[in-house]
Structure formats: C-alpha cells, structure tokens
C-alpha cells in the first residue's frame, strides 16, 4: 500500500522554507526521501529509522513520527536546486527490503 | 564504478510482443526492485529480489516477470506486451533499503507500446 504524500505540489519563492509530509497506515520500519529532477532518476537524500530520530544535512532534514507512522521532510531557505519532485519511501514492519513510494510532491522554486 | 546500468534506454514494443529489460549493479548489493513510472502515480514496485534465486511480488506484477540468478543481474521479462504497460521503467539497488543506504537507481528505460 502506497504512502500518502502532501501536499501534491508547493511553489516557493527562493528563501522560502517549505515541509512536505509522508504518511502510512501500517506501522513503519524506515522512511526514505528522494529527489527526482525532470528526466532523471530518483536520488536518494536520507532515510530515517524508527525511533523518531530526525536528520539532516545542509537546509534539508527530516523527522519521522512512530506512534503516527508520518515522516515530514523539511526544505529551509529553498534554493533554485531544490525544484523537483520529492518522494517518500516506505519499508513496514516485516516486510524487509520491500520499498514503497509515495505518489509524490512536486516543488518548484522560483526568484 | 557504473553503478546501477539499464538498457535499453528506449523501446518501441506492438502489442503481443515480448521483451526483457536488462538491469546489471556493479556494488555487490543484494538488495534490487523494479519500479514504473507513470504521470502521476508515483513509482510503482513491480517486482523485487533480497537475493541470488529469490524474488517476490511488488504491487504491480501482473504481466511481468523477474529472475535473479546472479548477484548482479535482475532482468525484467515483459511477457506479451500491452499499451497500459507503456511507462517508464526503474531499476535500483541497495545493500540495507531497511536501515539504508537507500537505493541506487538506473537511468531507467522509457518503453511505449503501440
């Protein structure tokens, strides 16, 4: 079962801090959060643990919520860069290695 | 290091036609999955592999099929193609996807079937 992610597009103006949610309705394992440029593949930026640890690198981190099963990735003063498609990536509890996506959040920064 | 490498890059199938889609890791992962891509529904898994000779289903199988009998390989057979499996098609590999890192992907192939 898909992930539902919102919100399904954001438009931000450059500086701009936007929060993009993830959520499930079966108990989490670990989150994944990737970026999809137009024609390219999906990259991987960072995967969250149950535990509800929170990480991060640079402007972009992520928090993940066990007794809610909801991750929330966090873009801070968006740069030109960070335009894209945003995914989450959901592996449940007994399903190892099983990785589901989200349908997506689509983001475009602008000056 | 090439990482994840998928080919063709592009594919005209008529339907009926059969075809399989190469997927090939270089990172001694054994972890790999098969995704499609379709506007607006995200990616899609297929089918997926935890290791040399094992496979298991993902959301979306039907019309597809998979094996694994190396560590490096994970070909997708398209069994008799039709216009609803026109889409574009992901091929990753990861070491741990449940503790990470996450999954390498291909550049995948674009596939329309007429």
């Known amino acids: 079962q898909q992930p539902v992610q919102s919100p399904q597009a954001v438009i931000l103006r450059e500086g701009e801090d936007a929060v993009i949610n993830c959520s499930s309705s079966?108990?989490?394992?670990?989150v994944h959060w990737y970026r999809q440029k137009h024609g390219e593949a999906p990259v991987f930026l960072m995967i969250?643990?149950?535990?509800?640890e929170q990480k991060g690198h640079e402007k972009i981190s992520a928090s993940f919520n066990e007794k809610k099963q909801q991750s929330s990735l966090y873009l801070t003063a968006s740069q030109l860069s960070y335009s894209g498609t945003y995914f989450c990536?959901?592996?449940?509890?007994?399903?190892?290695?099983?990785?589901?996506f989200g349908t997506g959040t689509r983001l475009q920064v602008t000056l | 290091n090439a990482g994840v490498t998928q080919t063709p890059k592009f594919q005209v199938l008529k339907t009926g036609q059969s075809m399989t889609l190469q997927c090939a890791q270089d990172?001694?992962?054994?972890?790999m999955s098969w995704y499609r891509q379709d506007p607006g529904m995200g990616l899609r898994l297929i089918h997926y592999?935890?290791?040399?000779?094992?496979?298991d289903q993902g959301e979306v199988p039907n019309g597809y099929n998979v094996s694994r009998s190396t560590t490096e390989d994970f070909p997708l057979r398209l069994l008799s193609a039709a216009p609803s499996q026109t889409s574009v098609y992901f091929c990753?590999?990861?070491?741990?996807?449940?503790?990470?890192?996450?999954?390498?992907f291909g550049s995948g192939t674009r596939l329309t079937v007429v």
């Open positions: 990753a590999s990861s070491e741990t996807p449940d503790r990470g890192p996450g999954y390498t």
């Open positions: 079966k108990a989490l394992y670990s």
């Open positions: 969250l643990l149950k535990g509800g």
């Open positions: 990536g959901t592996v449940h509890t007994g399903t190892a290695s099983k990785l589901t």
């Open positions: 990172m001694n992962h054994e972890y």
């Open positions: 592999s935890v290791g040399a000779g094992i496979t």
